[in-house]
Nanobody
């Protein structure tokens, strides 16, 4: 069983930065694909950024709305994935979820939430104007 625990959310002013962390209990974490999704009140969960293994390296992919501002990375030794969020905007306010799968996720297109099998409990990010 895989457990994911997010942390790092909070309240920040527009233009500020936050770093979210997702700690995984998975034994084979290095071979998994991990992503961050977010959910605005009353809306569907949407993809933010993802990272997957490609041979000996990793590929990343981000939604257009966060490209150039958000960066996803992973620390295999710590079984942790990070989401560095810079130049935050009020529209980034949402609950952010970490998700993991061992299925193939190509990341050549925006993945659906159904492509991920394990989810964290979410962490709230609030950006004030």
């Amino acid at each position: 069983q895989v457990q994911l625990v997010e942390s790092g959310g909070g309240l920040v002013q527009a233009g500020g930065s936050l770093r979210l962390s997702c700690a995984a209990s998975a034994r084979t974490f290095s071979s998994s694909s991990v992503a961050w999704f977010r959910q605005h009140p009353g809306k569907e969960r949407e993809f933010v950024s993802g990272i997957r293994r490609t041979g000996i390296t990793y590929a990343t992919f981000s939604a257009d709305s966060v490209k150039g501002r958000f960066t996803i990375s992973r620390d295999i030794a710590k079984n942790t994935v990070y989401l560095q969020m810079n130049s935050l905007k009020p529209e980034d306010t949402a609950i952010y979820y970490c998700a993991l799968t061992y299925r193939v996720v190509t990341l050549v297109k925006v993945p659906e939430s159904s492509e991920y099998d394990y989810w964290g409990q979410g962490t709230q990010v609030t950006v004030s104007s």
